[in-house]
């Protein structure tokens, strides 16, 4: 069992940063792809970006080019840098681990990030 606690949501205006942590309890994060959703109201939960096992990444078109996943494993957490936010990129921030790269076994509660125009 994981469990998953993610921060650095907030309300930033258009054009600005944020940063997105994850941190996963557990001694086997190494082991996890871990990934990025998002979910506006009325909208369903997207796939925003990835990071396999061995690091290599993956990000919706939407986000590619501003946003950046990376990953710690030394201290259990993955992190989405966020860049160049548009009003579009606002809803409630989710990170998943699986234990393949197709899978979202674990789920943490979700962190909202708000832009401003």
């Known amino acids: 069992q994981v469990q998953l606690v993610e921060s650095g949501g907030g309300l930033v205006q258009a054009g600005g940063s944020l940063r997105l942590s994850c941190v996963a309890s557990?001694?086997?994060?190494?082991?996890?792809?871990m990934k990025w959703f998002r979910q506006a109201p009325g909208n369903q939960r997207e796939l925003v970006s990835g990071?396999?096992?061995?690091?290599?990444?993956y990000y919706a078109d939407a986000v590619k080019g501003r946003f950046i996943t990376s990953r710690d494993n030394a201290k259990n957490t993955v992190y989405l840098q966020m860049n160049s936010l548009k009003p579009e990129d606002t809803a409630v921030y989710y990170c998943?681990?699986?234990?393949?790269?197709?899978?979202?076994?674990?789920w943490g509660q979700g962190t909202q990030v708000t832009v401003s125009s």
């Open positions: 557990g001694r086997t994060f190494s082991s996890y792809s």
């Open positions: 990071i396999r096992t061995g690091g290599s990444t």
């Open positions: 998943a681990a699986g234990n393949y790269d197709y899978s979202s076994d674990y």
